[in-house]
C-alpha cells in the first residue's frame, strides 16, 4: 500500500466515523426532528385522518382515504412540503458546528475541512432518505389499507369507480422522486449556510421561496421560460405520471429532453454544493 492509498484510506474512515457523530448529533435536536416529521410524515397523517373520517361520516358522498388517486395527490403535496425538511436539515448539517466551534477543535486535531464537509453532507442525506421512506412508506400503508373493497360513489354524475391500489413501481418512483424534491431543498440550504449565510436567513427565505415563489412561478404559463431555469420546476415534470397528471401537464410547458432536465437539476444540487465547500475550505474558524 501506498502513502497516497494509506492516506486516502485514513480519510475515508475519518469520513465515516464523524459521519456516525452527526447523525447521532442530529437525532438529538428534537425541534430539528419534529419539524421534519411534520412537513413529511406528519403530513400524509393529517390528510389521512381527514379522509378516513370524512368517509366515515359520509360514505356515500366521500371517497375511501386509500387507493391510487388519494396517493397520488399526497404525492403531490409531499413535492412542495418535504423540500422544508431539506432546507432545514442542510442548513442545520452545515452551521451547526461553526456555531458550537466544534469545527475549531477539528481542524486544530488534524481532521482535514474536506472530511469534515463531507461527514456533515451525508449525514444530512441519511435523514432525507429516512424522512422520505416514512412519508411514502405511510402514503402507501393508507392507500392500501383504506381503499375500500366496495365501489365508491362518485360526484360527478353519481357513476361508480373502482379504487385501484398503487402498486410496487408506483410506490418506489414515488419515493425517488421526493427524495429528488427534498434533495433540492437540501442542497440549497447547506450551501447557502456553508458559504457564511446564517442559519435563519437562509432557512427562512427558503421555505418562503419554496412555498410562496415556486408555486406563483410554476403557474405562470406566459414566461415559459422561467420554468426551464429552476431545477425545483423542471424536477416537477418528472413526477410519475402514473401517480398524478401534474408533472405531464408541466412536462407540456417545458420543451426540455429528460438529459436536459437532468442537467438543470444537478446544475442546482451541485453548485450550491461547490460554492459552499469553496467558502468552507477557506474561511476562519
Not at 32 to 44: K, N, P, S
Not at 82 to 87: L, S, V
Not at 255 to 282: C, E
Amino acid at each position: 500500500m501506498t502513502l497516497d492509498d494509506s492516506h486516502r484510506s485514513s480519510e475515508i474512515s475519518k469520513i465515516y466515523y464523524m459521519t456516525n457523530s452527526k447523525i447521532m448529533d442530529l437525532s438529538r435536536r428534537v425541534g430539528l426532528m419534529i419539524g421534519c416529521f411534520l412537513v413529511t410524515g406528519g403530513i400524509v397523517l393529517l390528510v389521512n385522518i381527514i379522509l378516513v373520517l370524512l368517509h366515515a361520516s359520509n360514505p356515500d358522498l366521500h371517497n375511501p382515504a386509500g387507493g391510487l388517486r388519494n396517493f397520488g395527490h399526497l404525492i403531490t403535496v409531499l413535492g412542495l412540503l418535504a423540500p422544508i425538511a431539506g432546507i432545514m436539515l442542510g442548513a442545520t448539517a452545515s452551521s451547526s458546528d461553526l456555531s458550537s466551534g466544534v469545527i475549531r477543535h477539528l481542524v486544530a486535531t488534524g481532521v482535514g475541512r474536506r472530511a469534515i464537509f463531507v461527514s456533515r453532507l451525508l449525514a444530512g442525506l441519511f435523514y432525507i432518505v429516512i424522512f422520505c421512506l416514512i412519508a411514502v412508506g405511510l402514503a402507501a400503508l393508507f392507500a392500501e389499507v383504506f381503499a375500500g373493497t366496495a365501489n365508491s360513489f362518485s360526484p360527478f354524475g353519481g357513476s361508480f369507480v373502482a379504487q385501484i391500489n398503487p402498486s410496487f413501481p408506483n410506490i418506489y418512483q414515488s419515493f425517488l422522486w421526493v427524495v429528488l424534491q427534498v434533495a433540492l431543498g437540501y442542497a440549497l440550504g447547506f450551501g447557502f449556510c456553508a458559504m457564511g449565510v446564517s442559519r435563519s436567513a437562509a432557512t427562512g427565505v427558503l421555505i418562503g421561496f419554496q412555498i410562496v415563489a415556486l408555486p406563483i412561478l410554476t403557474n405562470i404559463n406566459t414566461w415559459t421560460w422561467l420554468h426551464e431555469i429552476f431545477g425545483g420546476i423542471v424536477s416537477q415534470t418528472l413526477e410519475p405520471s402514473s401517480v398524478a397528471a401534474r408533472g405531464s401537464h408541466l412536462s407540456n410547458l417545458i420543451p426540455l429532453n429528460t438529459a436536459g432536465k437532468v442537467v438543470i437539476i444537478g446544475i442546482w444540487i451541485v453548485i450550491p454544493i461547490l460554492l459552499g465547500f469553496a467558502r468552507y475550505h477557506s474561511r476562519d474558524v
